[in-house]
């Protein structure tokens, strides 16, 4: 598979990886955002996730879900964030596709509604008329 010598999840430590199917490397992130926080990386560098084939697409579920079961199993959260910071102004600093997967505790926001809309915090409470 193609990979780029200087990019960190083309050369990652072998002790990182949890799990891998035929195109993807399962991993907790370096920086969680909480307990549990999962990476789903293609082994293909690719950049965006419009570059997978209909193939990577398909294991990119398997992978969603074989991460969602190990994480379930260790840590038992509430619910999920999944996201992809795709392009350098959709927040992405790492030039290799890859799929957070966050777990949610009930509590660890006062109040999680929104999600991920707030990555742009001033459009996130869309409800605030209804409340």
Not at 38 to 66: C, G, M, N
Not at 100 to 105: E, K, Q, S
């Amino acid at each position: 598979m193609d990979s780029k010598p200087n990019c960190p999840f083309c050369s990652l430590d072998k002790t990182r990886i949890r799990h891998e199917i035929s195109t993807f490397l399962i991993i907790r992130d370096g920086y969680p955002v909480s307990p549990g926080h999962t990476l789903i990386i293609p082994k293909a560098h690719l950049v965006s996730l419009f570059d997978l084939s209909t193939e990577e697409f398909a294991d990119l579920q398997t992978a969603i879900h074989w991460a969602k079961a190990d994480i379930e199993q260790e840590f038992s959260p509430d619910g999920y964030n999944l996201g992809v910071n795709d392009g350098p102004d959709a927040g992405q600093t790492v030039p290799h596709l890859h799929l957070h997967l966050i777990p949610r505790y009930q509590g660890d926001q006062p109040d999680p509604r929104g999600g991920v809309r707030w990555v742009i915090p001033e459009k996130a409470k869309y409800w605030r008329d209804a409340d």
